[in-house]
C-alpha cells in the first residue's frame, strides 16, 4: 500500500521552530521528487519546497527561503522540512506530495503526476 504520512506540525509562537516530517513507503522512494505544500484558511495550495531523492537537488519559495531547509533521508523514505522562524503566516496544513516525473529548476519544482499526496499536518504559528 502507498502512503505518504506526515507529522511533527504543532501550535508554536512567532520566531519559534518546527520540523514536519514525510515517511513514505509503498514506492520506490529514490526515484521521486518529495515536495511540500500548504494551504492556509482560505487560500490557494502554495508550494513551499521540494528535493529530488536521487540527486538532492532542492528549490524554495521566496516566502520561506532562508528560514526553510528541506532535506532526504532515503534510508529511512523520509523527507523533512525544518522551519525556523515561524510567522503567524505560516499557518497552514502541510502535505507532501511524491512525484516520479517532476523535474527541480532554478525557477521552481515542475510537477507532472503529483503521484501520491499526503493526508497532511496542521501547523499553527501564533502571534
Known amino acids: 500500500e502507498v502512503q505518504l504520512v506526515e507529522s511533527g506540525g504543532g501550535l508554536v509562537q512567532a520566531g519559534g521552530s518546527l520540523r514536519l516530517s514525510c515517511a513514505a513507503s509503498?514506492?520506490?522512494?529514490?526515484?521521486?521528487?518529495i515536495g511540500w505544500f500548504r494551504q492556509a484558511p482560505g487560500k490557494e495550495r502554495e508550494g513551499v519546497s521540494c528535493?529530488?531523492?536521487?540527486?538532492?537537488?532542492?528549490f524554495y519559495a521566496d516566502s520561506v527561503k532562508g528560514r526553510f531547509t528541506i532535506s532526504s533521508d532515503n534510508a529511512k523514505n523520509t523527507v523533512y522540512l525544518q522551519m525556523n522562524s515561524l510567522k503567524p503566516e505560516d499557518t497552514a496544513v502541510y502535505y507532501c506530495?511524491?512525484?516520479?516525473?517532476?523535474?527541480?529548476?532554478?525557477?521552481?519544482?515542475?510537477?507532472?503526476?503529483?503521484?501520491?499526496w499526503g493526508k497532511g499536518t496542521l501547523v499553527t504559528v501564533s502571534s
Open positions: 509503498g514506492f520506490t522512494f529514490d526515484d521521486y521528487t
Open positions: 528535493i529530488s531523492s536521487s540527486d538532492g537537488s532542492t
Open positions: 506530495v511524491a512525484d516520479r516525473r517532476a523535474v527541480i529548476a532554478g525557477t521552481g519544482c515542475y510537477y507532472y503526476g503529483m503521484d501520491y
